[in-house]
């Protein structure tokens, strides 16, 4: 079955910016022969969208193209970034089947950008949890 790791990616923008980023987005062809654009997300508030897709037990290695596609929206952000100079925040968690195995990335753009951070930040957390699938069928005598 292979390691397997838990990710969620969150990108933090105008919804102006959102609309035309994700829209550039679905036109990558990495993006069309995955079908990625249906997986995300959209977290609509007054002053912002958040684009986010969270994933359980996936393999998340950069040779696969689905995860390359998934990661193009970054990296599109980046350069809408540089060519129009909007402000954005993203997060990006990766929790592995090992305990110490947790990876947290997180960029916001130097101007205009503290809204959107802040909101990730408030809104992204790891949390970790013990399970327990121990039954009481009977009382010790």
């Not at 292979?2 to 933090?12: E, K, L, M, P």
């Not at 249906?38 to 508030?45: E, G, K, Q, V």
């Not at 929206?73 to 954005?88: H, K, Q, S, V």
């Amino acid at each position: 079955m292979g390691y397997r790791s838990d990710v969620t990616i969150a990108h933090a923008m105008s919804t102006e910016h959102a609309v035309e980023v994700f829209a550039a987005y679905t036109l990558l062809p990495e993006v069309q022969s995955f079908g990625l654009a249906t997986n995300w997300s959209f977290d609509l508030r007054h002053d912002m969208t958040v684009i986010w897709i969270a994933m359980e037990s996936v393999k998340w290695e950069d040779r696969y193209g689905d995860v390359r596609g998934i990661l193009a929206l970054e990296t599109l952000l980046g350069e809408f970034e540089a060519e129009r100079e909007f402000p954005y925040a993203s997060v990006s968690i990766r929790v592995g089947e090992d305990t110490a195995d947790i990876e947290e990335r997180t960029y916001a753009s130097d101007e205009g950008a503290d809204n959107f951070r802040d909101h990730l930040a408030d809104s992204l957390q790891v949390r970790t949890t013990v399970e327990c699938g121990l039954e009481c069928t009977e009382e010790p005598t």
